[in-house]
């Protein structure tokens, strides 16, 4: 009994508790619930204003839309209108200037020729008086007007009549260091100026001239102009190309050049061309001046001299009383010993023969290594990054060739004045054998 009084007593004290708490709830859920409203409010005013700030924008792109499609509609119809007026105006060009078109094509195509011409010619050095009319025909876009037309024929007539001209003109012209002067040059028609160089190099847009880097061979200049006038240019070497050939001298390659790109396989046959030719002259000469003496020895065999015939006289005088066997021993030995001097540098030469076309062979390898090289790292499209190689591998053999010929053809002249002075040599100790047999014979 008493413990439901105690649990009566505990539900009735707890019950306000209760009822307070839930109160407390019921106002904070109340509380945020018009936080929400608020939020969803302002929300809902950005979201109105956004979508009134899209429709004005909408609205001013399509009037904007429209406006282009009129002004396109209108361009479409000025364009329109504007053709059928061009084809009309075309037309009635067409039929007022006839077959002139014609004729400003043709004029515009003289004048360009002209042109050009006065701009490369020499005859532009002192005969250009009409190139502002030449240059406003070629510029024109109308037909040209009769003064034109007019200047355009004196035009083509000045230059006719400068082409057969021979004449003294003054000339600006630009030497080696870069400076400009103005120097007397002989203008030879159409064809070149000539100065006290040579022949002058005409460049008419800088207009000034300038010596060509080679000249020809008997060249005409300043100084012999007189001869020539006087000869009537029967000697004088012209460009009938008007400088272009002329041009082209500076690119041939002297006999330097060639040699240069030869390389140092080049080098080293060249090197031994000269050892054998000087190897050649020395032997040759010595050959000459031994034949002489042998020649002069065999008019006078009773003295025997400082020569290979003298010498084997000498070995005959020595031993004549020995027996014919010995001494033809050695009468024999020393035609062997002479002709080790004869024959000395011979086979120097003849190696010096054979190695330079070895040598000129191998240059060629190598020429031709180093340009496939080239090929590999830069393709061959472009010929001349392969004319390096390709020259030197030509220059090599060329020179391998000239070389061995003429040490060649000394070796064989050499050996064969050699073997002749051998020859006498041997007849003269057979001589001599066969008369101390001949006395041996008489004394048994």
């Known amino acids: 009994m008493k413990i439901k009084t105690l649990a009566t007593a505990l539900c009735l004290f707890s019950m306000p508790f209760a009822v307070s708490a839930n109160t407390a709830l019921v106002e904070n859920t109340q509380q945020e619930m018009k936080v929400e409203r608020a939020h969803n409010a302002d929300r809902e005013k950005a979201f109105s204003l956004t979508e009134q700030e899209i429709r004005a924008q909408r609205d001013a792109l399509v009037k904007q839309q429209k406006q282009l499609q ?41 004048a360009k020729d002209l042109e050009a011409e006065m701009a490369f010619s020499v005859t532009g050095v002192d005969r250009n008086e009409y190139r502002d009319v030449i240059d406003t025909i070629v510029a024109a876009r109308t037909l040209p007007s009769l003064p034109e037309l007019d200047g355009l024929w004196k035009g083509l007539e000045d230059q006719i009549a400068a082409s057969r001209e021979m004449r003294t003109v003054s000339v600006p012209f630009i030497n080696g260091e870069g400076q400009q002067a103005s120097v007397d040059a002989f203008r030879l028609g159409s064809i070149g100026l000539i100065g006290e160089q040579g022949y002058l190099s005409w460049d008419g847009e800088r207009e ?49 050049d060639r040699l240069e790109h030869g390389g140092v396989v080049g080098k080293i046959i060249l090197g031994l061309l000269a050892i054998g030719l000087i190897i050649a002259i020395f032997r040759g000469a010595k050959l000459t001046v031994v034949r002489q003496q042998i020649r002069k020895q065999l008019k006078d065999p009773s003295q025997p001299g400082n020569n290979p015939l003298g010498r084997v006289l000498g070995v005959y005088s020595k031993e004549q009383n020995r027996s014919v066997e010995a001494l033809e021993l050695r009468l ?20 010096l023969a054979a190695l330079a076309p070895m040598l000129g062979l191998l240059g060629t390898v190598t020429g031709m290594i180093e340009t496939f090289q080239v090929i590999t790292q830069f393709g061959n499209g472009d010929p001349t990054v392969m004319a390096g190689g390709i020259s030197m591998a030509l220059v090599t053999t060329v020179l391998g060739l000239v070389a061995a010929m003429p040490l060649l053809l000394a070796h064989n002249i050499l050996s064969t004045q050699a073997e002749n002075i051998r020859s006498i040599l041997e007849k003269q100790g057979i001589s001599l054998v066969a008369e101390q047999a001949e006395k041996a014979g008489t004394a048994a």
């Open 332 to 351: 024999l030995e020393a035609i062997v010993d002479e002709q080790q001097g004869l024959e000395k540098g011979l086979s120097m030469l003849k190696l």
């Open 70 to 110: 009129q002004e396109t509609e209108q361009l479409s119809e000025d364009f329109s209108e504007n053709e059928n007026t061009l084809a009309r105006l075309e037309e009635q060009l067409r039929l007022e200037t006839g077959s002139l078109g014609e004729l400003f094509g043709v004029v515009r195509q003289a």
């Open 208 to 256: 000034a001239a300038k010596a060509y880097l080679k000249q020809p061979v008997q060249g005409p200049s300043t100084i012999n102009l007189n001869e020539l006038q006087q000869s009537g240019l029967q000697a004088a070497v012209v460009d009938p190309s008007r400088g272009i050939m002329l041009s082209q001298l500076a690119n041939e390659p002297e006999l330097a």
